[in-house]
């Protein structure tokens, strides 16, 4: 890849001084940090909607990231070594976005004047891409930040007693449409920068992975609003027992033998 670069770099331009490599090194690793994250998310969905499989099967993934099934022991610090390279990536992505941002109040009328005029869809994801990823700076720190302080605080009672008793599920309902929209349109983007799945004609690819990339959307959302439920319904039934963790139903013990 940087023989790419390389070659652009060492261009001769005859009115202009050598060209810095580094705009186009920032946009790679700004394709890059946003692809990891937009996986991650992915990997996120599935290991949060274990929940709709029962929540032993959300305690058997908790316990999984501490590693409960390799060292014998829960170890939640590792959760906060993931959450904390996963910042990381995250204010990465987030600063090389700020130049992709509307420098002030005109260039932002202007902006959504043009983009009024010209009726141009891609130019309509754009902005919606940087306004969702504005509200993700302040959505997904909080969260984050919790996740990084409280990694023993995950399991289906206790995420289920933040969701509900602790009020996060209002900020759950924006985050979740936040970084859907987000990254829906991101991986179309960046499907459509790099060239990949173009073939030999563009635009029928274009249109093709605009409707995959509402169906991975839609398909996102419904399996997010759907785990919240979940979440909401075990922590209401759980509020007069807020605080007590749950304890998988194989460890449980019998009534009769908790008398004993
Ligand atoms: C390693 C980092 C992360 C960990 C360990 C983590 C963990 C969790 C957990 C355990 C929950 C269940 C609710 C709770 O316990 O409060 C949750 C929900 C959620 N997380 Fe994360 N998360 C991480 C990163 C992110 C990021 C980067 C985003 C988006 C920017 C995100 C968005 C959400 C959303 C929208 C929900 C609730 C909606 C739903 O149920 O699908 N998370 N997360």
Redesign the pocket.
């Known amino acids: 890849m940087s023989t790419n670069l390389d070659a652009i770099a060492a261009m001769d331009f005859p009115h202009h001084e050598r060209k810095s490599r580094w705009p186009a090194r920032l946009d790679l690793i700004q394709s890059a940090s946003g692809l990891s994250?937009g996986l991650?998310?992915w990997g996120?969905?599935v290991?949060?909607?274990s929940?709709l499989l029962g929540s032993d099967a959300m305690w058997t993934v908790?316990k999984f990231?501490e590693g409960y099934f390799f060292f014998g022991k829960s170890h939640p610090w590792i959760?906060s070594v993931?959450?904390a390279?996963?910042?990381t990536l995250?204010i990465v992505h987030a600063f090389l976005a700020l130049r992709k941002f509307p420098i002030n109040y005109r260039e932002y009328r202007n902006f959504r004047g043009h983009m009024k005029v010209m009726q141009h869809e891609d130019t309509s994801l754009w902005f919606w891409q940087v306004f969702t990823g504005f509200a993700?700076f302040f959505?997904?720190s909080v969260?984050?930040y919790?996740?990084?302080t409280h990694?023993d605080?995950?399991?289906p009672y206790?995420?289920?007693d933040?969701?509900w008793t602790d009020y996060?599920w209002p900020l759950?309902?924006l985050?979740?449409l936040?970084?859907?929209f987000?990254g829906g349109i991101g991986l179309y983007r960046l499907a459509v920068k790099w060239g990949w799945f173009s073939g030999s004609d563009p635009n029928a690819a274009r249109k093709q992975l605009k409707r995959v990339k509402w169906a991975i959307t839609v398909v996102f959302l419904v399996?997010?609003?759907t785990?919240?439920g979940?979440?909401i319904k075990i922590g209401i039934d759980h509020a007069p027992n807020y605080g007590e963790r749950y304890v998988p139903t194989w460890q449980q013990k019998a009534p009769q033998e908790q008398s004993r």
């Open positions: 994250l991650f998310m996120h969905m290991f949060v909607s929940i908790t990231f959760v993931v959450v390279m996963i910042f995250f993700l959505l997904g969260h984050l919790i996740m990084l990694p605080g995950i399991g206790e995420s289920a933040r969701v996060m759950y309902i985050l979740l936040a970084v859907e987000h399996l997010g609003f785990t919240l979940a979440y």
